[in-house]
C-alpha cells in the first residue's frame, strides 16, 4: 500500500516562508515523477510543480515561479516544496502526487493531475495579509 504523507502546512504572514514534505511509503519511486498540486476553496486543483525522479528536472506553475522550489531526496523517498515570499493567493490545501510509470513527458504532461497514481491528504497552507 502505497502511503504520500504531506506535512509542513500552516499559516504564515504575507512574505513569510514555508517548506513542505511528502513522505512516500510502500515502495521506492526510482522512476516516474512527484508532484504538488493546491485547491483553494471554491476553486478547482491546479499544479504548482513537479520534478522527475531521473534527471531531476523541474517544472512550475508560472503563478510560484521564481518564488516556490521543488526538490527531492531520494534516499529519503521524500519530495519538498519551498515556498517563499508567500501571498495570501497561495492560500489552500496542497496535495502531494507520485507518477510512477513514465519516464517523459512534458510541462503539459505533468501539469494534468490524471498523469499521477498516487496521492496524499493534503496540508493546509494559509497566508494571511
Known amino acids: 500500500q502505497v502511503q504520500l504523507v504531506e506535512s509542513g502546512g500552516g499559516l504564515v504572514q504575507a512574505g513569510g516562508s514555508l517548506r513542505l514534505s511528502c513522505a512516500a511509503s510502500?515502495?521506492?519511486?526510482?522512476?516516474?515523477?512527484m508532484g504538488w498540486f493546491r485547491q483553494a476553496p471554491g476553486k478547482k486543483r491546479e499544479f504548482v510543480a513537479a520534478i522527475w525522479h531521473i534527471g531531476g528536472s523541474t517544472y512550475y506553475a508560472d503563478s510560484v515561479k521564481g518564488r516556490f522550489t521543488i526538490s527531492r531526496d531520494n534516499a529519503k523517498n521524500t519530495v519538498y516544496l519551498q515556498m517563499n515570499s508567500l501571498e495570501p493567493k497561495d492560500t489552500a490545501v496542497y496535495y502531494c502526487?507520485?507518477?510512477?510509470?513514465?519516464?517523459?513527458?512534458?510541462?503539459?504532461?505533468?501539469?494534468?493531475?490524471?498523469?499521477?497514481?498516487?496521492w496524499g491528504q493534503g496540508t493546509q497552507v494559509t497566508v494571511s495579509s
Open positions: 502526487a507520485a507518477d510512477s510509470h513514465s519516464y517523459s513527458g512534458s510541462y503539459y504532461y505533468l501539469a494534468e493531475a490524471r498523469t499521477y497514481d498516487y
Open positions: 510502500g515502495r521506492t519511486f526510482s522512476t516516474g515523477a
